[in-house]
C-alpha cells in the first residue's frame, strides 16, 4: 500500500503541473495576440504605403504622357505651361 505522504506528493505534483501549463499557455497566448496586432499594424502600413507609391507612379504617368513637340497635333500648350509651373 501507498503511504499517505507519497500520494499528497503525487496529487501536489500533479495540481502544481496542471497550474504552471495553465499558466504558460495564457503567456504564450497573450505574446501571440500582441504579435498578431502588431503584424496587422504593420501590414496596414506596407498596404499605405504601396498605395501611396502606386498614386504617385500614376501622376508621374500622366505627366509623362504631356506632349512636348508642338509639330505635334495633340500638343497642348495650356497643360505644358502648367507643368512648368508646378514644377518650379
Do not use: C
Not at 501507498?2 to 495540481?15: D, K
Not at 502600413?45 to 497635333?73: C, G, Q, V
Amino acid at each position: 500500500m501507498v503511504s499517505s505522504t507519497v500520494n499528497v506528493v503525487r496529487y501536489t505534483a500533479l495540481f502544481s503541473g496542471i497550474a504552471y501549463g495553465w499558466y504558460h499557455r495564457r503567456s504564450l497566448q497573450a505574446s501571440h495576440d500582441q504579435h498578431k496586432l502588431e503584424a496587422a499594424a504593420h501590414s496596414r502600413e506596407k498596404l499605405i504605403a504601396d498605395a501611396k507609391e502606386a498614386w504617385k507612379r500614376r501622376n508621374e504617368a500622366a505627366d509623362s504622357s504631356l506632349i512636348t513637340d508642338p509639330e505635334d497635333p495633340r500638343f497642348d500648350l495650356e497643360k505644358l505651361i502648367a507643368k512648368w509651373e508646378k514644377s518650379t
